[in-house]
């Protein structure tokens, strides 16, 4: 991707900041159908892939 190890995760953290923006601002139940209940595990996973 042309970033680096450092740029990545920073991506995937503000990713998740703004889901939890996301998450506060609407119903749990409409947040969980966009963007799965399982968020925080597959963006952990990706941190850890990085």
């Not at 409409?30 to 963007?35: A, D, R, S």
């Amino acid at each position: 991707m042309g970033k680096s190890k450092t740029e990545l995760k920073q991506t995937i953290s503000n990713f998740k900041d703004e889901s939890e923006k996301l998450r506060s601002s609407i119903p749990v139940s409409v947040h969980n159908q966009i963007v799965g209940t399982d968020l925080n595990v597959k963006l952990e996973g990706l941190k850890n892939y990085v």
